[in-house]
């Protein structure tokens, strides 16, 4: 799987967007971009996913560049319970063979009151 | 929300005892996965199952094991547990064909004493 790359912490004002990088500039065609965040002693939640396209939930955004070596996750109004570790990670496919996810250290948000 | 249940939330114990983490979930996922956390680190996989009587070892040694008799449970077991094995223990589940979209359980502060 494409390593990631992502800053180990970062501050954001209440309110504010958020926008989260992650590098990942050894992936793949057929690989997506997953991200997920973990609150304090919570297990991870999955955010969303994509694969070249830009995607948006109820959750965030994901702008994913031309050349997939790169993408940010955008929390539009970040909040004080947004305030968590967010992992960005590269899996191959669908139901690979190896399913497994491998997470990073991530990028510790702290969102500033 | 997730349907995926741990228990205990907490458990302290001595050196020595036999433990079991339970770990359920309640929407018919195949695959089911143990994650082992230590505080501010990596989430590393230790155990995996893709369907019932199916269990694999992940990338990080582990000395518990796990079992998949039904579906929807998904224990680990410590024959003796020791200190090094105090971590914090994370449950997860996904179905087959919906990617790496995960659903973790709040997971099991185990401490041995």
């Known amino acids: 799987d494409a390593k990631t790359t992502q800053p180990p912490s970062m501050d954001c004002a209440e309110g504010r967007a958020a926008n989260l990088p992650c590098n990942h500039s050894?992936?793949?065609?057929?690989?997506?971009v997953y991200w997920y965040r973990q609150i304090h002693s919570q297990g991870p939640q999955y955010i969303i996913h994509?694969?070249?396209n830009n995607e948006t939930n109820e959750m965030a955004s994901l702008i994913i560049t031309e050349d997939r070596k790169s993408s940010t996750l955008i929390l539009p109004h970040a909040t004080l319970r947004d305030t968590a570790v967010y992992y960005c990670i590269v899996r191959v496919g669908h139901g690979g063979a190896t399913n497994k996810l491998i997470f990073g250290t991530g990028t510790l948000l702290a969102v500033q009151p | 929300e997730a349907d995926i249940y741990q228990t205990p939330r907490y458990l302290v114990i001595g050196t020595g005892k036999k433990i079991t983490l339970e770990c359920s979930q309640t929407?018919?996922?195949?695959?089911m996965y143990w994650y082992q956390q230590d505080p501010g680190m990596e989430l590393h996989l230790i155990h995996y199952s893709y369907g019932v009587n199916s269990t694999e070892k992940g990338d990080l040694s582990s000395e518990s094991t796990v079992s998949r008799i039904r579906t929807e449970h998904f224990p680990l077991t410590l024959e003796s547990a020791r200190p090094s094995h105090t971590s914090q223990y994370l449950c997860?589940?996904?179905?087959?064909?919906?990617?790496?979209?995960?659903?973790f359980g709040s997971g099991t502060q185990l401490s041995v004493l």
């Open positions: 050894t992936i793949s065609g057929n690989e997506y």
């Open positions: 997860a589940s996904r179905i087959t064909g919906e990617g790496e979209k995960l659903f």
């Open positions: 994509g694969l070249k």
């Open positions: 929407m018919g996922h195949d695959k």
